[in-house]
């Protein structure tokens, strides 16, 4: 007679590596970036993991702004564990080197030599 066992695996995989939030300033006018990371990876008491989701790979291009990028891995009882970051891109200020100066009533806006 065959004797079947199940365990039960209620154990999800453990992220390593998930990055921090990417901070990525643009010069005044360029609207996007390219953005890179060191990919995340899982580890699991089961020994198996697989990467099930992936939002973005490094080196994508993000426009100015927020966007999330999510990892997903799954071991074989289905137990998920996720690695969440954003990625912000900003662009720099066409006003920086300029200075304010009020006199007599008048505001003026005047370019610092650099």
């Known amino acids: 007679m065959l004797q079947y066992y199940f365990t039960a695996d209620p154990v999800p995989p453990v992220v390593r590596n998930c990055p921090q939030e990417q901070n990525v300033q643009v010069p005044f ?6 953005v890179t ?3 995340p990876s899982a580890t699991d008491n089961s020994g198996v993991v697989t990467l099930v989701f992936q939002s ?3 080196g994508d291009v993000f426009n100015v702004g927020a966007t999330n990028v999510l990892y997903t ?19 720099e200020s066409k006003l920086e080197n300029l200075s304010l100066k009020l006199e ?3 505001l003026e806006l005047r370019k610092e030599n650099d």
């Open 29 to 34: 006018g360029q609207s996007s970036s390219s």
């Open 37 to 39: 990371w060191r990919v």
């Open 56 to 58: 973005h790979t490094p």
């Open 73 to 91: 891995f799954e071991d074989g009882a289905g137990n998920q564990a996720t690695c969440r970051f954003t990625v912000i891109v900003t662009t």
């Open 104 to 106: 007599k009533g008048l």
